[in-house]
C-alpha cells in the first residue's frame, strides 16, 4: 500500500490537466476547473487545490496547469498526513523514512500557495457511527487556516448528515455539494449569464452542463435533486 494518498493525488493532478485540455471539446471554460471530492478524495484533492503542479504521475494529458481554480470537499481527513488512523491509513511512518514527502502529501503544508482558489468545506455533524467517520473539527480548523491566511473559503455544516451522505441522491448534504459546484462554475464570467452554448455532438444538453469537464461529468452521472429542504445547514464564512 506504500504511500496511500500519494497514488490519488497524481491522478487528481492528471485529471486536473486533462479537463483543461478538454474543456473546449465540450464548450467548457478550460480557466475554469473546480475539483469536488469526498472523504479521501476531499483531502487528496485539497493537495492538488494548493499545489497540483507538483505532481505529475502517468498522465494522458501533461501540459498545463494541475491546479483548479475551486475545490469543492465534502468531510475530508484534512490531518491525513500526521495521523494514524489505525488499520485504515497511516503514513505517521514517512516523519522518519520520508519527511519530504510527508511534507509534500500535507495539505496543511502547502496553504498560502494558489491563493486564487475558491474552497468549499462541507461536513456533516453526525460523527462517530462508522470507522470511516471524519470528525467535524478536521474541517473548522483546516478552515480557519485557510481563512487566516486569506483565502477566499467558507465552511457548511449540514445537520445530521453521516460522512457517507453523497453516496445518496436524495441527501441534503449532497445536493448542497452539487449547489456549491454550480455556485462555483457560474462565477466564471462565460457562464455568468444563461447561455445557448452547447457541447460538441449534444444539441440537447442544457446550459447548467456547461461548467468544465469535471462538473460535467459529475452532472451526467449524479442525479440533480433540487433544492435543499428540511433541517438547517450552518455555514462559516
Known sequence: FGVPFLP?????????????????????????????????????GMV?????????????????????????????????????????????????????????IDPYSHIGRNPDLQVR??????????????????????????????????????????HAALSDPHAKAFTLTVQQVMELARASSQYAEPSSRRPTGDPSCQPRCFVGWVELWILEHLSWTGQVQGDPVLSFG
Open 121 to 162: 468545506l462541507i461536513h456533516g455533524d453526525d460523527w462517530g457511527a462508522f470507522w470511516y467517520d471524519t470528525p467535524l473539527d478536521e474541517s473548522v480548523e483546516f478552515h480557519q487556516a485557510l481563512a487566516d491566511a486569506g483565502y477566499d473559503a467558507e465552511l457548511i455544516v449540514v445537520k445530521l448528515a453521516p
Open 48 to 104: 492538488v487545490g494548493l499545489a497540483g503542479d507538483d505532481f505529475e504521475g502517468d498522465c494522458i494529458v501533461s501540459d498545463g496547469s494541475a491546479l483548479p481554480d475551486a475545490l469543492v470537499a465534502y468531510e475530508g481527513p484534512y490531518e491525513f498526513a500526521t495521523t494514524n488512523y489505525g488499520d485504515v491509513v497511516d503514513h505517521t511512518y514517512l516523519q522518519q523514512k520520508d519527511p519530504e514527502l510527508l511534507e509534500a
Open 8 to 44: 490519488s493525488i497524481e491522478r487528481l493532478a492528471c485529471a486536473v490537466r486533462f479537463a483543461r485540455a478538454r474543456a473546449p471539446d465540450y464548450d467548457g471554460d478550460s480557466n475554469r476547473i473546480t475539483l469536488v471530492g469526498n472523504s479521501a478524495g476531499a483531502a487528496s
